[in-house]
């Protein structure tokens, strides 16, 4: 079974930096595009950043330039650097990859359990 399994999250004060990480593991034979979503209460899960299997990325207006998307494709991780952290970026943070099992000819949509970012002082 292919899952996503997510690290990094954690409480920080407003202007520090975290690094999220997720990786997959399981009967992988490629990945395609990931990305990082965030949910907060009462709102809808959103997009924050997405990178393409070759490396463009895109985010949201609101971490643009604090945020940074990255991946390893020979480990299957998507990485979140994520600086110059402010109250509003406290989220449930989610990674999603688009991955091929072994065996398979087709793309499968995969979501991690999600991690969460807390930024107080």
């Known amino acids: 079974q292919v899952q996503l399994v997510e690290s990094g999250g954690g409480l920080v004060q407003p202007g520090g930096s975290l690094r999220l990480s997720c990786a997959a593991s399981?009967?992988?034979?490629?990945?395609?595009?990931m990305a990082w979503y965030r949910q907060s209460p009462g709102k809808e899960r959103e997009l924050v950043a997405s990178i393409s299997n070759g490396g463009t990325t895109d985010y949201a207006d609101s971490v643009k330039d604090r945020f940074t998307i990255s991946r390893d494709n020979a480990r299957i991780t998507v990485y979140l650097q994520m600086n110059s952290l402010k109250p509003e970026d406290t989220a449930v943070y989610y990674c999603?990859?688009?991955?091929?099992?072994?065996?398979?000819?087709?793309?499968?949509?995969?979501w991690g359990q999600g991690t969460r970012v807390t930024v107080s002082s």
């Open positions: 999603y990859a688009q991955i091929r099992k072994l065996g398979e000819d087709y793309y499968r949509n995969y």
């Open positions: 399981g009967r992988i034979f490629s990945s395609n595009a």
